[in-house]
């Protein structure tokens, strides 16, 4: 098992990511969507969720996705997280093509490489904090192969040492949701999935949310997809891509995303 | 608590409580059941086994428990004895010789009546004390020998040997010793002695008490032969079916063996009760599992986001099924302990728990806890991650 500061591994990726024009591309990115559509059917009614995203992320990348309620960003989050089969359209995580993959190998490939956080923390309420963490690693890896120093270091990183023998609702919802993060970190995902993080905190919780996804993302090179409604996330990011009735319609950097909603 | 399955019993007590306690009875019915069942068999047969006498001589057919038991003339005992000679009131009478190599001979009549306690039955023994006690070694240790019977005095008066002078109450609830009124076939009896060992049944009257108050006049359920050397009991078998071809006729040895055969109908009942402790453990666990599923919909949610396969979810939901299954099985046998401890205080029954059974009724409840939550575990891992994520 690779120690905490192996995350430098994960730090030597932004090494090959290149800037151009603002957006960062590399020959490899961690996620790329392909023309990727999704129909509900609602009876015989089909529903379309996603018409055509077409998205592509690097290591390193700290990306917000924008959009208002029903325009396909969760639908986008699922389908990227392995959660959901797409109707059309590639997914590519690291090379490999989810859209190809048995729901077996979607699962085995969400325990490797995808973390994710939700608006309603997600914690296992009978569980501490670190057995969260704990559940976390032993679904990864086994029952006998965990890091204890890993977990204590990502705990820390979190602000959260003295919370560790406490559980969901012994914590506030600031530290619940850094107990979640804490959680979907712990296996060093390639990319860290944020589904309205700050969805149930109030500003100084979300500051401090925010602040941590941003700690991990720069210092540890981790990459974020964040979907948000809230403008002052989204500005954290690197780049916004704003999404509309299943298209994406915009990437840009946070400054130029501002200055377009304005 | 780092344990999810840990964590998920404790979590829910009352539900858990209710589980162990399911699997619990499916262990203790199939404990108890067939302790009762072999304990009563194997006392019984014991009882059967200490009688000196080789060879014993019944009506022809099968042995039975139902119907008249008193079917064979007491004089068989004497003509096996004395052998037959024509007399003045029949004078055709073909003679047949004594059976060689018997010592003695007696008429036993064996009845079987509901426990004074209650629950289940009891046997009694209706005898004619001194030929009994030439077949075979009983002591009397308080108290006098039996009476005849025929007399007013001796009519209504018994003997029980030392284990249910122990375990047992009187008519008056008292604890029984010589003088004690106890109830036997309907009758109120005078105990005026306490035997050693058990033999037979734990409680005698008269065999002439016995004909008279059911009917079957200088009639018998059985006649003890007691061979001269116990070498000569095969001899004595064969002739005694030579001179008696429609005579039962078996050696004692062979009694405990009988009552197992007899006993068959009781092994289909205890099939049937294992198949009960099945089902029940199946079912609680089914349903207790189903429920806690449903509750935890959004909890196995999290664990697809994770990334946990189905088989870790259903290994997980099996194994906190197994655990619970495990706590139930230990529950059970303490039931099951302390059942046999009242029972057995407060009755004459008797309650083998014997190691076998306690694997096989451990087995029924753990395998039994397993079965039960293949299917919610299975409709756990194959729920929708989205769905269940966002359930409410």
């Known amino acids: ?262 | 608590m780092d344990s999810l399955i840990a964590a998920n019993i404790s979590q829910r007590p009352l539900r858990t409580a209710i589980s162990i306690v399911g699997v619990a009875l499916g262990v203790v019915l199939v404990s108890l059941f067939v302790g009762l069942a072999h304990g009563m068999m194997h006392d019984a047969a014991g009882r059967q086994s200490n009688v000196d006498a080789e060879v014993r001589v019944f009506p022809g057919g099968n042995i039975s428990l139902a119907g008249n038991p008193l079917m064979l003339p007491e004089g068989y005992a004497d003509a096996i004895l004395h052998g037959v000679q024509p007399t003045a009131e029949d004078p055709d009478l073909k003679p047949i010789p004594p059976i060689s190599g018997v010592a003695s001979t007696s008429a036993v009549g064996e009845y079987v009546q509901g426990s004074v306690a209650g629950i289940g039955f009891e046997m009694v023994d209706g005898l004619a004390y001194s030929s009994f006690t030439k077949t075979t070694h009983l002591a009397i240790s308080s108290g006098r020998e039996l009476g005849d019977g025929l007399s007013p005095e001796s009519a209504q008066e018994a003997i029980v040997d030392h284990y249910y002078a122990e375990s047992g109450k009187d008519l008056e609830g008292k604890p029984i010793g010589v003088g004690s009124k106890i109830s036997v076939l309907g009758h109120e009896f005078k105990i005026v002695g306490i035997y050693r060992p058990s033999v037979l049944a734990r409680v005698k009257i008269p065999l002439a008490t016995m004909q008279h108050l059911l009917g079957g006049a200088k009639n018998c359920t059985f006649v003890m032969v007691k061979c001269e050397r116990p070498e000569l009991a095969d001899q004595v078998v064969a002739q005694i079916k030579q001179y008696y071809p429609g005579l039962r006729v078996i050696q004692t040895n062979e009694i405990p063996a009988l009552y197992s055969q007899g006993l068959a109908p009781v092994e289909v009942f205890l099939k049937v009760v294992i198949g009960l402790g099945v089902i029940i453990s199946v079912l609680v666990i089914l349903l207790a599992m189903y429920t806690t599923i449903i509750e935890r919909t959004r909890e196995i949610g999290i664990l697809k986001s994770l990334g946990a396969s189905k088989r870790f979810i259903v290994m997980t939901i099996e194994k906190e099924a197994a655990m619970i299954s495990v706590m139930g099985v230990v529950l059970g046998y303490g039931a099951a302990v302390i059942g046999k401890f009242v029972l057995e205080a407060n009755t004459r029954l008797m309650i083998d728990l014997e190691l076998k059974w306690f694997v096989i009724a451990a087995l029924i409840g753990v395998f039994g806890g397993i079965i039960g939550a293949i299917y919610p575990a299975m409709r756990a891992a194959n729920l929708d991650p989205v769905e269940a994520i966002s359930y409410d």
């Open chain 1, 1 to 262: 098992m690779p120690s905490f500061c192996d995350f430098s591994v994960a730090r030597g990726r932004l090494a090959a990511v290149i800037t151009l024009s603002g957006i960062r591309t590399s020959m490899n990115p961690v996620l790329e969507t392909i023309d990727l559509r999704m129909v509900y059917h609602v009876g015989k009614v089909e529903v379309p969720a996603l018409r055509g995203a077409t998205v592509r992320v690097e290591a390193g990348e700290y990306v917000a996705i924008i959009g208002p309620s029903g325009c396909g960003k969760s639908t986008f989050l699922h389908i990227v997280g392995g959660m959901l089969q797409p109707t059309s359209g590639q997914v590519m995580i690291e090379g490999e093509d989810l859209t190809k993959m048995t729901d077996a190998q979607r699962t085995d490939l969400r325990r490797r490489k995808i973390g994710f956080v939700f608006q309603r923390f997600n914690l296992f309420p009978t569980l501490t904090a670190e057995g969260n963490l704990k559940l976390a690693e032993r679904i990864y890896s086994g029952k006998n192969n965990q890091d204890s120093a890993r977990r204590h270091g990502v705990l820390r990183l979190l602000g959260l040492e003295d919370k560790t023998h406490h559980k969901p609702l012994e914590l506030s919802g600031g530290e619940q949701q850094r107990v979640a993060i804490a959680r979907a970190v712990i296996n060093k995902p390639a990319i860290l999935l944020a589904d309205e993080p700050t969805g149930n905190l109030d500003t100084e919780n979300s500051d401090i949310v925010l602040n941590m996804m941003g700690q991990l993302n720069k210092e540890l090179g981790q990459t974020i997809i964040m979907i948000t409604h809230n403008a002052e996330a989204a500005a954290r990011a690197d780049r916004v891509i704003e999404m509309r009735d299943g298209h994406v319609v915009r990437s840009s950097s946070p400054v130029a995303a501002a200055q377009v909603r304005q």
